[in-house]
């Protein structure tokens, strides 16, 4: 095979692996997160706005403080229960399943959240001009936002697992059938 064969060869093989990738890839749930992420973007940037412009007292250190516990303490567990109940709600969850992935799913999250978002909000409260915080942050996102959404098929899997556990000891067949068609939704 000469070289230009084998590039050819390669183009064609990066081809099939890129159909392959789109094939099998889960498009409702890449909307899902485009969706909540659209939505939940001006609000984020309203709230880090307000953020910014709180919590300014003389010592710098007490005003960064300040802002990263009150970031974590209201903004955070308020953004991963919007994060995994609109998750459950765009997937045809009923309100109490909604209730049982956030309260699976946010104090997790919530941890975890506190192992790398108050450096990051540190970070770009001390050297990332206000214009550019929200990129900043944004950019940031898309990586957490891969860890909620693992975090949430995860939890979904677990208790798509004790529902049909549960199902074979108290449900009957019609009920069972109906758990096991939204686990696949």
């Known amino acids: ?5 084998a590039r050819n060869q390669s ?27 659209g939505l939940a973007s001006i609000p984020g940037y309203n709230w880090f706005l307000w953020l910014s412009k709180s919590f300014n007292y003389r010592s710098k250190v007490l005003s960064l403080t300040t802002k990263v516990v009150v970031n974590q303490l209201l903004f955070t567990p308020i953004f991963n ?8 709600i765009l997937t045809g969850a009923t309100l109490p ?6 309260k699976h799913t946010v104090p997790t999250s919530w941890v975890n959240s506190c192992k790398i978002w108050p450096a990051v ?14 990129i900043f942050g944004g950019v940031i996102a898309i990586g957490w936002q891969t860890y909620l959404s693992l975090l949430n098929q995860r939890a ?19 009920a069972c059938e109906r758990g096991q068609q939204r686990a696949t939704a």
């Open 1 to 5: 095979m000469n070289k230009r064969e």
């Open 11 to 37: 183009v064609e093989d990066e081809d099939l692996e890129g159909r392959s990738w789109a094939s099998n890839r889960d498009w409702a749930r890449t909307g899902r997160a485009l969706l909540i992420g």
């Open 81 to 88: 229960s919007y994060f995994f109940g609109m998750q459950s």
């Open 97 to 102: 399943e909604v209730a049982e992935r956030i």
């Open 121 to 134: 909000t540190a970070f770009s409260f001390t050297f990332i001009p206000i214009q550019f915080r929200s």
């Open 156 to 174: 979904a899997a677990e208790e798509r697992v004790a529902h049909e556990q549960e199902g074979q000891l108290e449900c009957g067949e019609v």
